[in-house]
């Protein structure tokens, strides 16, 4: 399912170097990366001299106005963020991109990800007498930014050196696109957990979280972006570079799985493509159940329905429909809302599963809220047996870099074994896919390492320093 009050999303970016249209160019993308995030919106643009904000809370739509956008018209190169607060709350203050002025020269700041060391950074600036104007961890590498000295100052390079330096102090998972009047850096941390793709549109730059930005406007999409690949855009060119040698690809696995829209290509290759697999490999985990028709949550489970359709030769039907009108639903967060959410936008097609033995593929189980209700409401519907299938596997454990589920307590599997969930849910089969089985999907399409830390609890990147107490102590009592 997509937009459900469950776990959340994390953000949007995309940013273009010396284009005539750079603020529409950039508003557009950003529609296209909407999905990435709901919060809040903005758009840094620099005329060469001064970089130009605006933001706003919400949608794109309701975030920026008609007048916002054409203040910045005028200039010629722009960032863009769409917002989900993984960390941070969720006021204006924290809407991205932050822009800060100082005389030695204007500085915007956009990031996707989680800092896991962010806390200490922060305490550590706090003591050196930083003034944080937001709760975001993004602010931390605007003010380390802004202490380093050396490197010479004012040069192309002596910039990059102390861009370097500061990135190598934070740690965590960041994309992040660093403005200044005069240029454009982005960079990716050392494991790579959240994507970032290069593109050209009319012989200039630019970049996004996913490709379906650059489908939007028209780019040309050139390569995804590297583990610790620092690029700089300028006037002059692009400087291809690496902060850190010494990286170690893990790529978010819930990128594929859930978060990316079915049309943006991960190494040339389309999320619905590698979901079709992921759905391909959970039949044939599933061989051993009879059905009479298949059914995919929409939207984000119908390419792993396909697949599954096609590897076992159970048709597919389309039994569940949303409806799209249903954006953020403004009910009190809690249980009880969560499932009136889930009831506003699912609903069953009692024509197609009446008397009809079903097998329905969700990407993945966070609190049990929507299987819970899929499989009431299918059978209330009269289907006759209802099985579900998982196209990823078992999710145990919080994400630290960058997903907004913060305790052990919400989700369903960290406590509970399968039979019990499909007790808990009332499906006559629960099957997920195994670990194994997905990582193999991911070997097939070029995967240089997948970060699954949320299925077996290997963290790739040590998550010591961003545990919160309360989850401390539920990991001394094994919970
Ligand atoms: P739950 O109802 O809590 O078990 O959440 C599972 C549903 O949320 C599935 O239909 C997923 O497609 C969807 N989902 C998975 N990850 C996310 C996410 N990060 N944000 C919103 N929905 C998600
Ligand atoms: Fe993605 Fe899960 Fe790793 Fe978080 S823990 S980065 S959601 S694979």
């Known amino acids: 399912m997509d937009e459900f009050d469950g776990l959340k999303e994390e953000c949007g970016l995309f940013g273009i170097w010396g284009h005539p249209e750079a603020s529409e160019l950039t508003y557009i993308a950003m529609h296209s990366l909407q999905h990435r995030g709901q919060q809040g919106a903005g758009i840094v643009s620099s005329s060469g001299d001064y970089l130009f904000g605006a933001r706003g809370m919400g949608l794109l739509t309701e975030a920026l106005s008609k007048e916002q956008l054409d203040s910045l018209k005028p200039f010629p190169h722009a960032i863009g963020h769409t917002r989900y607060a993984s960390s941070g709350g ?45 709760t975001s961890d993004s602010e931390v590498l605007a003010h380390l930014l802004r202490r380093e000295r050396g490197g010479g100052e004012e040069s192309f390079e002596g910039r990059k050196k102390r861009i370097k330096k500061v990135l190598k102090q934070v740690k965590g998972a960041f994309a992040f696109m660093i403005m200044h009047q005069d240029s454009l850096t982005v960079a990716l941390d050392d494991h790579g957990v959240r994507p970032l793709m290069l593109g050209k549109k009319d012989g200039s730059y630019c970049v996004a979280s996913e490709t379906c930005a650059f489908t939007a406007i028209g780019a040309e999409y050139i390569r995804d972006i ?57 039949a044939e985990e599933m061989q051993g159940i009879d059905a009479d028709i298949v059914i995919g949550v929409p939207d984000s489970s119908l390419a792993a329905a396909h697949g ?14 949303k409806n799209r009108y249903v954006g953020r639903t403004f009910i009190t967060p809690g249980q009880e809302a969560r499932e009136r959410a889930v009831r506003m936008k699912l609903s069953p097609v009692r024509d197609i599963v009446e008397g009809r033995r079903v097998i329905v593929i969700d990407d993945s189980i966070v609190r049990g809220t ?21 196209s990823s ?72 320093e961003a545990i919160l107490p309360q989850e401390k102590d539920l990991k001394q009592k094994g919970v």
């Open 90 to 134: 969720s006021e204006l203050s924290n809407v991205q991109p932050f822009l800060f002025k100082s005389h030695k020269g204007d500085l915007a700041l956009a990031h996707n990800g989680n800092l896991v060391n962010a806390m200490n950074l922060r305490r550590a600036l706090e003591d050196q007498g930083a003034i944080f104007q937001t």
């Open 226 to 282: 590297e583990a610790g690949e620092m690029i700089t855009i300028t006037d002059e060119g692009i400087d291809f570079d690496h902060y850190t040698d010494t990286t170690s690809p893990h790529m978010c696995s819930m990128e594929y799985i859930y978060f990316a829209r079915a049309d943006s290509e991960f190494r040339r290759t389309s999320t619905y493509r590698i979901r079709k697999e992921l759905g391909r490999s959970l």
């Open 308 to 321: 599954f359709s096609e590897a076992s030769g159970i048709k597919q039907e389309q039994g569940l429909l």
């Open 370 to 390: 929507t299987s819970r209700f899929i499989v009431k409401a299918l059978k209330k519907a009269g289907a006759k047996e209802v099985h579900m299938g998982v």
């Open 393 to 464: 596997p078992p999710l145990k454990n919080p994400c630290y870099y960058g997903i907004d589920v913060s305790t052990h307590a919400e989700i369903i599997a960290s406590t509970k074994s399968p039979e019990e969930i499909r007790d808990e849910i009332g499906a006559d089969s629960l099957t997920y896919l195994s670990v194994d089985k997905m990582h193999d999907v991911y070997h097939s399409f070029g995967s240089k390492g997948q970060c699954d830390a949320c299925f077996t609890g290997n963290y790739p990147i040590d998550i010591e």
